[in-house]
């Protein structure tokens, strides 16, 4: 089995505050929160299915599966998390109304739609992990081809998920790095 890797993103809460108004920063701050507990989540689906994958190796069914059911747990609970976090970046994106410069403001808000698109595809992520688990299951279950057949489609396609969240993730960070240089 392949690793499913996610490099996630964090909303940087290292800003000046006396920059930004308070309600800007705190916000930014509580996404930065929700967003490292999704990395965390994520990585802890990863963990997970490299433990299943051990146990499939040694011939441990009872164990893979038991193992993919925590993957698929940790996966619901940062497709959760994602929802969450739209509603701090709305409350993001509401406060920028008070950054004084418009020139911050169009920054701002063009990186926080980067955001929403990112979080957008994180949620079509865990979506295609799910798919991937349950195929995965199926296989250990039941050690059919057609089953391991669409294991291996659903990683794939979370892969390329991974690669346009990986490429929207470094805009974001570039669109982020805009946003927090001081002006000249």
């Known amino acids: ?24 920063t705190a916000a930014r701050r509580d996404a930065a929160m929700v967003s490292q507990e999704i990395t965390n989540l994520t990585e802890l689906t990863g963990r ?45 994106a509401e406060s920028l109304g008070g950054v004084a410069s418009a020139d911050k403001q169009r920054e701002g808000s063009s990186a926080i739609a980067l955001a929403l698109a990112l ?27 057609t089953d391991r057949s669409a294991a291996a489609a659903a990683l794939r396609a979370v892969n390329e998920r991974v690669a346009a969240i990986n490429t929207l993730n470094a805009s974001f960070r570039a669109a982020m790095g805009t946003f927090d240089a001081p002006e000249e």
């Open 1 to 24: 089995m392949v690793g499913v890797g996610l490099i996630a993103y964090a909303v940087g809460a290292g800003i000046a505050a006396s920059r930004f108004p308070a309600e800007f």
């Open 48 to 92: 997970k299915l490299a433990d299943a994958n051990a146990a499939d190796l040694a011939g441990d069914a009872a164990r893979t599966v038991a193992l993919i059911e925590e993957a698929r747990g940790a996966n619901r609970d940062a497709h959760a998390k994602a929802f969450e976090l739209t509603e701090h970046l709305r409350k993001l």
């Open 119 to 145: 979080v957008s595809e994180f949620v079509e992520y865990t979506g295609g992990v799910e798919t991937f688990l349950n195929a995965l299951e199926r296989t250990t279950r039941f050690r059919g081809e």
